[in-house]
Structure formats: structure tokens, C-alpha cells
Nanobody
Framework: HVQLVESGGGSVQAGGSLRLSCAAS????????MAWFRQAPGKEREGVAV????????YYADSVKGRFTISQGNDKNTVYLQMNNLKPEDTAMYYC?????????????????????WGQGTQVTVS
């Protein structure tokens, strides 16, 4: 059983930074990808950043390119999301996810239904 636990959310002013962490336990070693999604009130859940667990290839939504960085710990069971130059439109609940989407196909790896395991979420508020 895979368990994902996020931490690091909070409230910051526009232009500030936050670093989210996701600690994974269970059989995560055979997951292709780990990802960060976010969901704002009244909006659909959207993919923000994805990392291929095996090869460390990363992918970003256009809205966060150049501002967010996804990375993983040496043990591959911790995933981070460094968020810089935060904007009010980044305000959302951020979720960590693990799954087996086909790597390298952007249209697939950002689909929420490609991920089997989800954390409980951590709130990010930018004012």
C-alpha cells in the first residue's frame, strides 16, 4: 500500500517562495512518475509538475515553467516542489501523486486519472 504525505504549504506574499515535500512509503519504487497537482476552489485539478522516478526527467505546466522546480531525494521516496516568485493565481490545494503514466507523453503524464495514489493535500495561499 502506497502512502503519500505532503507538507510545507502555507501563506506567502506574491513574489515569495515555498518548498513542498512529499514523503512516500510503500511500493513506490515501481511507480513511473511522481507528480504535483493543484486544485483551486471551483476549478478542476491540474497537473503542475511531474518527475520520472527512474530517469529524473521533469515536466512542467506552462503556467509554472521557470518558477517551480520538482526534484526527488536520493532514495526516490521523497519528492519536492520548490516554488519561487509565487503569484496569487498559484493559490490552491497542492497534492502529491504517484502513478504509472507512459513516460514522455506530456498529454498523458498530466492527466489526474493516470495516478493511482494521492496525498491528502497541503494548502498554498498567495496574497
Amino acid at each position: 500500500h502506497v502512502q503519500l504525505v505532503e507538507s510545507g504549504g502555507g501563506s506567502v506574499q506574491a513574489g515569495g517562495s515555498l518548498r513542498l515535500s512529499c514523503a512516500a512509503s510503500g511500493y513506490t519504487y515501481n511507480r513511473n512518475c511522481m507528480a504535483w497537482f493543484r486544485q483551486a476552489p471551483g476549478k478542476e485539478r491540474e497537473g503542475v509538475a511531474v518527475i520520472e522516478v527512474g530517469g529524473s526527467q521533469t515536466y512542467y505546466a506552462d503556467s509554472v515553467k521557470g518558477r517551480f522546480t520538482i526534484s526527488q531525494g536520493n532514495d526516490k521516496n521523497t519528492v519536492y516542489l520548490q516554488m519561487n516568485n509565487l503569484k496569487p493565481e498559484d493559490t490552491a490545494m497542492y497534492y502529491c501523486a504517484a502513478g504509472d503514466p507512459v513516460p514522455g507523453i506530456v498529454a498523458i503524464i498530466f492527466r489526474a486519472d493516470e495516478y493511482n495514489y494521492w496525498g491528502q493535500g497541503t494548502q498554498v495561499t498567495v496574497s
